[in-house]
């Protein structure tokens, strides 16, 4: 069945440094979605990307989809403490999004 | 005030207890899942449900059962089969549930064992 593999799976990072998670998928993705866990909450959506080589950003997040459209990325520019949590990518090669284990991002002050 | 509902927010299960995990949505949303979610894990994929009365099993059913009587309602019950079955489940819903569609989640539901 389809894997999707999340790298790195923790990452600490001073503040004002950048962060970037990648996501692997076995099988060409239709679409990825992104989404953040902020520490004891619930998974929150933040962005869609369905366009082979597609960049997309939202303030001092960048995303991006693969030109084969099996691997994305997601870049954060400056962290805050604002950031912390974790980033999960969910891929769909059929009808159903399977979620990557997800990175944990813990940000220093 | 729209959105998923899940209760309780903490629930205790003794060995060989059954014990149902409620999920409510309001959105008008076809489809409704549940992810398991181990410390420092991903989202497991127990059940899905796209329509009332049907569901389909996920990546990890074994232990779990399902209902959805109601298009608003997707209650979850961890069964004595399931053998670990401390976690935090998560309730989601979509529009239609197809894989473009964001998933808005509930705020999950802490299961202990005593």
């Known amino acids: 069945g389809q894997q999707v593999m999340q790298i790195p799976q923790y990452q600490h990072v001073q503040e004002g440094e950048d962060f970037t998670t990648y996501c692997n998928s076995s099988t060409t993705l239709s679409n990825i979605q992104w989404y953040k866990q902020r520490p004891g909450g619930h998974p929150v959506f933040l962005i869609q990307?369905?366009?082979?080589?597609e960049v997309k950003k939202q303030k001092r997040l960048t995303f991006q989809f693969g030109e084969a459209k099996k691997n994305s990325s997601l870049h954060i520019t400056a962290t805050q403490t604002t950031d912390v949590g974790t980033y999960f990518c969910?891929?769909?090669?059929?009808?159903?999004?399977?979620f990557g284990g997800g990175t944990r991002l813990m940000v220093k002050p | 005030d729209g959105g998923i509902t899940q209760s309780p927010k903490y629930l205790f299960r003794k060995e060989g207890q059954n014990v149902t995990l409620s999920c409510e949505q309001n959105?008008?949303?076809?489809?409704m899942y549940w992810y398991r979610q181990d410390p420092g894990q991903g989202l497991r994929l127990i059940y899905y449900s796209q329509i009332v009365n049907d569901f389909q099993k996920g990546d990890i059913a074994e232990g779990y059962s399902v209902s959805r009587e109601k298009k608003e309602s997707f209650p979850l019950t961890v069964t004595s089969a399931q053998k670990n079955p401390t976690a935090f489940y998560l309730c989601?819903?979509?529009?239609?549930?197809?894989?473009?569609?964001?998933?808005?989640f509930g705020p999950g539901t802490r299961l202990l064992v005593l």
């Open positions: 959105l008008n949303h076809d489809a």
């Open positions: 989601a819903s979509s529009i239609e549930g197809k894989g473009k569609e964001t998933q808005y």
């Open positions: 969910g891929g769909n090669a059929g009808n159903m999004l399977t």
């Open positions: 990307l369905v366009k082979s080589g």
